[in-house]
């Protein structure tokens, strides 16, 4: 791990680190040195992270598959990782402003990673099939079509909105029924 062509070590070898724990009724010690090596034997005071990797600790009875085949396979994904190469944010605003329904299809056909875009693109291929269907129902009527458009722009904008703000901790907002068919569906992925 050589970040810099000009250092002599790697910047990981040496760090300050917090003071160690001390007794209230002393005061500390001025001679007291802060940074340590990493390769210091006080550092085997931690486990050893192959402890972690084994199903024999508090409830491993109830994960799937008791040989770890439950942890092995999701121990190492990114919840934030997509399979295009954009933030998970701007993908999940796609599913609602890429031309839908086709584009929440499309964005199904392409994404496999992410769960979070998934199901936005799942929800809004659902509601705006429905829209879509409902827009063909009525156009006969010229006020009704415009009046239906105009549910289509609040319903991209309002989910596009909640979808960009609830990236960061990955909620899902559900419409009524879409949303709750759409998260079975990708949970059941």
């Known amino acids: 791990m050589d970040f810099a062509p000009y250092q002599d070590t790697a910047p990981d070898q040496q760090r300050a680190l917090s003071p160690p724990r001390r ?3 002393r005061s500390p010690d001025p001679k ?5 090596n990493i390769a210091d034997p006080l ?8 402890r972690f990797a084994t199903n024999t600790g508090f409830g491993s009875d109830d994960l799937e598959g008791a040989t770890g085949g439950a942890l092995d396979g999701r121990s190492h994904v990114n919840l934030f990782e997509t399979s295009l190469p954009m933030r998970l944010d701007y993908e999940a605003v ?3 402003v890429l031309l839908p329904p086709a584009g929440s299809v499309i964005l199904l056909l ?5 769960d979070y875009v998934r199901f936005h693109a799942w929800q809004s291929s659902l509601i705006f099939t429905l829209m879509f ?4 129902i ?5 006020v009704v079509s415009w009046i239906i458009f105009v549910i289509d722009i609040v319903l991209i904008a309002f989910l596009s ?7 960061d901790n990955l909620d899902r907002f559900e419409m009524p029924y879409f949303g709750q068919l759409a998260s079975s569906w990708v949970d059941a992925e």
């Open 94 to 96: 796609m599913a609602y």
């Open 161 to 167: 909105i909640r979808a960009y703000q609830d990236a």
């Open 43 to 50: 550092s085997n005071s931690l486990p050893n992270p192959d």
């Open 110 to 114: 392409i994404e496999h990673k992410s």
């Open 133 to 136: 269907i409902i827009h063909l």
């Open 23 to 25: 007794d209230l009724s």
């Open 138 to 142: 009525f156009s006969f009527s010229t």
């Open 32 to 36: 007291s040195n802060t940074t340590r």
